[in-house]
């Protein structure tokens, strides 16, 4: 099967409204380069200005509650993200697995809440520099996988994303043939967790420390459908260039 590159920025907690000229630059520079589904995340604050300023674009959450509603002090609904305009959100970024404690249960509740609000989710895994040292990588991240995917969704909805958490923001990177192994694993796990046809539908995203520079290498890696980007999707001028890439594939 025929699976779109999808390249999808995490702005994680950056951005004021100040930069959404950033973003309108990244969705019409996208519009150019109809092979290629873009989607930014940005903090909750921007969704709804963001949604706003680049109409029919694909705005994320980067979390949401696996609650409908209630009292959660602080934390916010995947309906209510809909509500917003987002379309899709990162479920279980290891920034949340590491900083809030969340389980595989946890992200696979949140991910069962987002697919039932409408959205599209993210899902995402990646094993610590110690685990891939130890040679355990694969089988932590197919544990992961066998933890947190929902039991049933629409796999044009469901991506995950592989996220080495030694490669996030540190600009090291795995090896190509590293990454098509780990991605190779994990659409062999989800052919037996989920199904031939879900497994073949669904968009598995590289990420850490992804730019201009190597996306083409690392999107070329086999059984890469796309990439998800930290720090080089806060400008154009940064993030435009691996969508090209994207597109050059
Ligand atoms: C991320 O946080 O999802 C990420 C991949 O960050 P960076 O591209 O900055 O490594």
Redesign the pocket.
């Known amino acids: 099967m025929t699976r779109r590159k999808y390249v999808v920025g ?1 702005w ?1 907690m950056n951005g004021l409204t100040a930069m959404l000229g950033e973003a309108k630059a990244i969705f019409a520079a996208a519009e150019t380069h109809t092979s290629v589904d873009v989607a930014l995340c940005p903090p909750f604050t921007l969704i709804g200005a963001m949604a706003a300023a680049a109409p029919g674009a694909a705005v994320g959450g980067q979390d949401c509650h696996a609650s409908a509603s209630g009292a959660f002090t602080g934390s916010v609904a995947a309906r209510m993200l809909a509500d917003a305009g987002a379309r899709l959100v990162i479920v279980g ?3 949340r697995r590491e900083g809030f404690g969340e389980s595989d249960a946890d992200v696979c509740a949140k991910a069962e809440a987002a697919l039932a609000a409408g959205l599209s989710v993210i899902l ?1 895994v990646g094993e610590p520099r110690a685990v891939r040292e130890s040679g355990g990588a694969i089988a932590y991240v197919l544990a992961q996988i066998a933890g947190s995917l929902p039991g049933e969704f629409d796999p044009a909805r469901l991506a995950v ?1 592989y ?1 080495p958490i030694w ?4 600009g090291l990177v795995p090896t190509v043939a590293d990454v098509a192994d780990m991605h190779g694993a994990i659409r062999a796990k989800l052919n037996e967790q989920a199904g031939a046809g879900a497994a073949s539908a669904m968009r598995l995203l590289y ?4 730019n201009g520079d190597n996306a083409a290498e690392l999107l070329g890696a086999g059984d890469v459908d796309g990439a ?6 806060l400008t154009a001028a940064k993030f435009v260039p691996i969508v090209e890439a994207a597109a050059s594939l």
């Open positions: 995490n994680k970024h290891s920034e995402c994303a996220e490669a996030i923001g540190t990420g850490g420390s992804v998800l980007v930290g720090g080089a999707s």
